[in-house]
Nanobody, 124 residues
Framework: QVHLVESGGGLVQSGGSLRPSCAASGFYSIYAAAWFRHAPGRERVFVVGIIVTGTTYYTDSVKGRFTISRDNSKNTVYLQMSSLNAEDTADYYC???????????????????WGQGTQVTVSS
């Protein structure tokens, strides 16, 4: 089992930056890690993802503003968020997929473990 713990969310002004992180623990072999977000009144949506080869995936609304990275020595994935705006306000969840079989980054059903979430609030 993999245990994921997010941290680093918070309150930031519009135009500001945050860098949430997701630390993984437990016996695991992770094929992909991703960040999803869930805003009030909306469905949970995919934000960014990264697979073992280093290939990354981004939803259009965050391209050029968000960057996903990983530190394998620390078993941690980071989400660098810049130029934040009110539309980015949401609970952000880290997810891990163990298998490459039929993997689609944007599909939440392909992820096996989820963190508890970290809140990001952008004030205008």
């Amino acid at each position: 089992q993999v245990h994921l713990v997010e941290s680093g969310g918070g309150l930031v002004q519009s135009g500001g930056s945050l860098r949430p992180s997701c630390a993984a623990s437990g016996f695991y072999s992770i094929y992909a890690a991703a960040w999803f977000r869930h805003a009030p009144g909306r469905e949970r949506v995919f934000v960014v993802g990264i697979i073992v080869t280093g290939t990354t995936y981004y939803t259009d609304s965050v391209k050029g503003r968000f960057t996903i990275s990983r530190d394998n020595s620390k078993n941690t994935v980071y989400l660098q968020m810049s130029s934040l705006n009110a539309e980015d306000t949401a609970d952000y969840y880290c997810a891990a997929a163990f298998s490459s079989s039929d993997y689609v980054a944007e599909f939440g059903g392909k992820y096996n473990s989820w963190g508890q979430g970290t809140q990001v609030t952008v004030s205008s």
